[in-house]
């Protein structure tokens, strides 16, 4: 991976967080959509970006294949606006840039091409123009492997926010993850952190997901969010409906933990804004 020139994210109103694990199978894309819902129920104008070329983020918020006319493929290898890509979904507040399979073809397509690492982050820097209000939050579906979609979320990213999966190989996949964030600071994003974690797929009936958790937060301290996503059949059902889960089924264990995730990142956001400010 080349170094190029190496330079924070310039300082925006709107909040861009990516999330990732590179292990898959963790609620990566759950949390994406469920978190983006909440924090647009709680009056945030939030963009889901999804970088990952199955699309199930896109499919998950109910947006069909063949409306997705400007995808995320074309922001990033033509340099459409994210203004014009962004598609309102069905939950007020909330829009998405759709994926599509193109996307797997980026890295040849891009590889000898300028700031390739940085297209994502060029592109968000340009978000809100022509009339087009800011969103306070971009969440960024990452995939589950490192590549240059995941390097383009890294660099474009003010933070990291990891979903844990609350099973047996969580901790390995998850010291996979910190090397890379180690790398992306080192060589294309001095200036990334890591949000926060989230414990997902939480199961009480299971001594291990006690145990991973209790692991965790040993290790990472605050940085461990106190909300923590049970294993809820509902939430596993939604994404074939194209609803979110709370939309899906308001209610639920699930659902009720991603409001509760919502609100305690607004406040963990408002706490970190009024620290720089002081």
């Given at each position: 991976m080349s170094v190029e020139s190496v330079k924070p994210p310039q300082v925006h109103d709107t909040r861009v967080l990516a999330v990732s694990n590179q292990k898959g199978g963790v609620?990566?894309?759950?949390?994406?959509?469920?978190?983006?819902?909440?924090?647009?129920?709680?009056?945030?104008?939030?963009?889901?970006?999804?970088?990952?070329?199955?699309?199930?983020a896109s499919t998950g918020l109910g947006v069909p294949r063949e409306t997705r006319r400007v995808t995320i493929y074309d922001v990033i290898v033509d340099?459409?606006?994210?203004?014009?890509?962004?598609?309102?979904?069905?939950?007020?507040?909330?829009?998405?840039?759709?994926?599509?399979?193109?996307?797997?073809?980026?890295?040849?397509?891009?590889?000898?091409?300028?700031?390739?690492?940085?297209?994502l982050r060029d592109a968000l820097?340009?978000?809100?123009?022509n009339g087009h209000s800011r969103y306070d939050y971009?969440?960024?579906?990452?995939?589950?492997?490192?590549?240059?979609?995941?390097?383009?979320?890294?660099?474009?990213?003010?933070?990291?926010?990891?979903?844990?999966?609350?099973?047996?190989?969580?901790?390995?996949?998850?010291?996979?993850?910190?090397?890379?964030?180690?790398?992306?600071?080192?060589?294309?994003?001095?200036?990334?952190e890591i949000q926060g974690l989230v414990l997902t797929m939480y199961d009480r009936r299971n001594a291990l997901s006690g145990q991973v958790a209790a692991d965790v937060r040993a290790h990472f301290g605050d940085k461990v969010y106190d909300s923590v996503i049970p294993r809820n059949v509902r939430v596993s059902e939604a994404p074939s409906f194209g609803k979110p889960a709370l939309i899906y089924d308001l209610k639920c264990a699930g659902s009720q933990a991603y409001l509760k995730l919502a609100r305690e990142l607004v406040a963990?956001?408002?706490?970190?804004?009024?620290?720089?400010?002081a």
């Open positions: 609620g990566k894309t759950t949390t994406a959509i469920n978190l983006g819902t909440a924090l647009a129920a709680i009056g945030e104008k939030v963009l889901i970006v999804d970088m990952d070329p199955q699309g199930n340099g459409r606006p994210v203004d014009e890509a962004a598609i309102e979904t069905a939950v007020p507040g909330l829009f998405i840039v759709a994926a599509d399979p193109d996307m797997s073809g980026v890295e040849i397509e891009l590889s000898q091409s300028d700031r390739r690492s940085y297209r820097a340009k978000q809100g123009g971009v969440l960024i579906d990452c995939p589950p492997s490192l590549n240059l979609l995941t390097l383009n979320a890294m660099s474009a990213a003010d933070a990291v926010l990891v979903p844990l999966q609350c099973e047996f190989f969580a901790l390995e996949g998850l010291t996979q993850l910190m090397r890379t964030i180690e790398m992306v600071r080192q060589s294309l994003n001095p200036a990334l963990r956001e408002r706490q970190r804004r009024q620290a720089v400010a």
